[in-house]
């Protein structure tokens, strides 16, 4: 049996100060599953970054296939493993 949800979806809008006081819109589109809310989508200055990936990953199959997809992608997890952003190394 599938269970019927009215309100599985929801989008969320805020506006935070950054550290030069200049506010900033985000969002996030959550979906409720059995674990609890989760987020699946965030827009940052107006753009959806699953649409953006999207966009980008439809570039790169029609250049390269989706092995050339999936190598560039495995590509880029290695080199952020071996040398991840400097706001992550000082989590």
Do not use: H
């Not at 506010?23 to 996030?28: D, E, N, P, Q």
């Not at 107006?46 to 966009?55: F, I, L, P, S, T």
């Amino acid at each position: 049996m599938i269970d019927a949800c009215l309100a599985c979806n929801a989008e969320v809008f805020a506006k935070v100060l950054n550290t030069r006081g200049e506010t900033v819109r985000f969002g996030y589109r959550l979906t409720k599953t059995p674990a609890g809310w989760k987020v699946y989508d965030v827009n940052v200055m107006g753009a959806w970054m699953g649409e953006v990936y999207r966009q980008t990953f439809t570039v790169e199959i029609q250049k390269s296939g989706t092995d050339g997809l999936l190598k560039m992608l495995a590509d880029k997890n290695k080199r952020l493993a071996a040398n991840p952003p400097q706001s992550q190394q000082q989590r």
